[in-house]
T-cell receptor
Framework: DVKVTQSSRYLVKRTGEKVFLECVQD?????MFWYRQDPGLGLRLIYF???????EKGDIPEGYSVSREKKERFSLILESASTNQTSMYLC?????????????FGSGTRLTVV | KQEVTQIPAALSVPEGENLVLNCSFT??????LQWFRQDPGKGLTSLLL?????REQTSGRLNASLDKSSGRSTLYIAASQPGDSATYLC????????????FGEGTQLTVNP
């Protein structure tokens, strides 16, 4: 089975800290994605990457950056954490072949910024 | 812009009932549709993937259908159990959306013992 692993289930960080959320997948997927999920707002795409060192902004990239130095790893960076970034963060991956394959999600990271 | 709607938003049923969750999408030019399950505080688990050329997919007690031309999908759950209680999300990949998934808001299902 494809596995997408997020390094932390729960994180508590202070306002202004630099925060790294790590995601690793083990099925050689080309695409990787970061979403955040908030009550009433659903899932919103922050950034995605379709290849090493490539990145594309999603719908809400402000306050975030990403890094993809290796194919299997995609990191989300909060340069200076703020309380409005308290959320559930979900990583996902997929093949480039959109017709025949779906997405696989990780188990999520619940981030609280105090 | 693709929009995905799920009805109902919440559903409560007694154990053993067969039930149907509905998903509709506004742009029928899709590559596939995927149903997910999400337990509280957890990530998304893929249940079924239906490619645009397919009409349905089955896995155990779950059956998902797709009517691409009318922009509709249903998830049928047979003989529901308390362990089926979760939020069910449908999502589509559009032909013009790159690799982006567009999600519905989800149906929160409660199966009462």
């Amino acid at each position: 089975d494809v596995k997408v692993t997020q390094s932390s289930r729960y994180l508590v960080k202070r306002t202004g800290e630099k925060v790294f959320l790590e995601c690793v997948q083990d099925m050689d997927h080309e695409n990787m994605f970061w979403y955040r999920q908030d009550p009433g707002l659903g899932l919103r795409l922050i950034y995605f990457s379709y290849d090493v060192k490539m990145k594309e902004k999603g719908d809400i990239p402000e306050g975030y950056s990403v890094s993809r130095e290796k194919k299997e790893r995609f990191s989300l960076i909060l340069e200076s954490a703020s309380t409005n970034q308290t959320s559930m963060y979900l990583c996902a991956s997929s093949y480039l072949d959109r017709k025949n394959y779906g997405y696989t999600f990780g188990s999520g990271t619940r981030l609280t910024v105090v | 812009k693709q929009e995905v709607t799920q009805i109902p938003a919440a559903l409560s049923v007694p154990e053993g009932e067969n039930l149907v969750l509905n998903c509709s999408f506004t742009d029928s030019a899709i590559y596939n549709l995927q149903w997910f399950r999400q337990d509280p505080g957890k990530g998304l688990t893929s249940l079924l993937l239906i490619q645009s050329s397919q009409r349905e997919q089955t896995s155990g007690r779950l059956n998902a259908s797709l009517d691409k031309s009318s922009g509709r999908s249903t998830l049928y759950i047979a003989a529901s159990q308390p362990g089926d209680s979760a939020t069910y999300l449908c999502a589509v990949i559009g032909e013009t959306s790159g690799s982006r998934l567009t999600f519905g808001e989800g149906t929160q299902l409660t199966v009462n013992p």
